[in-house]
T-cell receptor
């Protein structure tokens, strides 16, 4: 058990458009999901913590109006990158927290903004 | 503050043993995770230590000393497929989030 999926696995979009990434916990309910961003050869940087039914908590330096997070149910969280720019190109990874501290990661979404 | 330190790169020979160290300073510490990440893929869970001591799981073992703020991941009988980045992450109970180190890139050579 503890499978987390992400969709899409990769996406290419034009500068100025918006992209939505879905994160689903397939076989468990996750009250908390996390969104990370990873640039090449760097570690994971937490962007925001998403709790079902409430507003996301963003890390310092992450623009909440640019990275919209919605945690509509116990198995689904979405990240929307609004008005994407080339510098937003990155690997976006979600994780879902099942038990008290365990986090299970999705396979990641590679975003390229042209 | 929150700080996780681990070596940037390590190399080892196939069949050998390698130890990857991690030191941490985290408020509200509630456990230490190790993840493996192959290039272009998401991290996969390897181990979780919350109490002091050694946890063994097959070829991988992880050790924690809470008093020293120190952990290590021990990989035995190295295989070529073990070439990957290994991420040390401390769970901050106060903030309910994982604090990741920069990762250690391990290269296993024949």
């Amino acid at each position: 058990g503890a499978v987390v999926s992400q969709h899409p696995s990769w996406v290419i979009c034009k500068s100025g458009t918006s992209v939505k990434i879905e994160c689903r916990s397939l076989d468990f309910q996750a009250t908390t999901m996390f969104w990370y961003r990873q640039f090449p050869k760097q570690s994971l940087m937490l962007m925001a913590t998403s709790n079902e039914g409430s507003k996301a908590t963003y890390e310092q330096g992450v623009e909440k109006d640019k990275f919209l997070i919605n945690h509509a149910s116990l198995t689904l969280s979405t990240l929307t990158v609004t008005s994407a720019h080339p510098e937003d190109s990155s690997f976006y990874i979600c994780s879902a927290q099942r038990e008290r501290y365990e986090q299970y990661f999705g396979p990641g979404t590679r975003l390229t903004v042209t | 503050g929150q700080n996780i330190d681990q070596p940037t790169e390590m190399t080892a020979t196939e069949g050998a043993i390698v130890q990857i160290n991690c030191t941490y300073q985290t408020s509200g510490f509630n456990g230490l995770f190790w993840y493996q990440q192959h290039a272009g893929e998401a991290p996969t869970f390897l181990s979780y230590n919350v109490l002091d001591g050694l946890e063994e799981k097959g070829r991988f073992s992880s050790f924690l000393s809470r008093s020293k703020g120190y952990s290590y991941l021990l990989l035995k009988e190295l295989q070529m497929k073990d070439s990957a980045s290994y991420l040390c992450a401390a769970f901050s109970g106060g903030y309910n989030k994982l604090i990741f180190g920069a990762g250690t890139r391990l290269a296993v050579h024949p």
